[in-house]
C-alpha cells in the first residue's frame, strides 16, 4: 500500500515559481511509476509530469521547459518544480503512482495510488 501526500501549492503571481512535494510511503514504491496531474476548474484532470523507477521522465508539452519533476529516495519525496507559471496553470495538481504493467508513460487509468490534492493559483 502506498499512501501520498502533496504539500507546496499556494498562490502566485504570473512568472513566478512554486515548488510541489510529494511525500511518499510504501513498502515497495521503489518499483512505481511516479506522475503529477491537474485539474482546472471546470476541465478534465490532465497528466503534467510522469517519473519512472528507471529515472526517465515526460512531460505534457503545456509544460516543457517550465515545469521539472525529480525524486529525492532518501527522503521518500517527489517533486514538481514549476518554473515561469502561467494562469492557465491554476489547477488542483495531484501526485500519483502506479504499479501496472504499461510503457512508459502510463495511462492516467494506470495511476493506482492517489494525493488529496494541492491547489495552485497564479495570477496574471
Known amino acids: 500500500q502506498v499512501q501520498l501526500e502533496e504539500s507546496g501549492g499556494g498562490s502566485v503571481q504570473a512568472g513566478g515559481s512554486l515548488r510541489l512535494s510529494c511525500s511518499i510511503s510504501g513498502a515497495t514504491y521503489l518499483s512505481y511509476c511516479m506522475g503529477w496531474f491537474r485539474q482546472a476548474p471546470g476541465k478534465e484532470r490532465e497528466g503534467v509530469a510522469a517519473f519512472d523507477s528507471d529515472g526517465s521522465t515526460s512531460y505534457a508539452d503545456s509544460v516543457k521547459g517550465r515545469f521539472t519533476i525529480s525524486k529525492d529516495n532518501a527522503k521518500n519525496t517527489l517533486y514538481l518544480q514549476m518554473n515561469s507559471l502561467e494562469p492557465e496553470d491554476t489547477a488542483i495538481y495531484y501526485c500519483?503512482?502506479?504499479?501496472?504493467?504499461?510503457?512508459?508513460?502510463?495511462?492516467?487509468?494506470?495511476?493506482?495510488?492517489w494525493g488529496q490534492g494541492t491547489q495552485v493559483t497564479v495570477s496574471s
Open positions: 500519483a503512482a502506479s504499479n501496472a504493467w504499461y510503457s512508459f508513460p502510463p495511462p492516467e487509468y494506470a495511476y493506482n495510488y
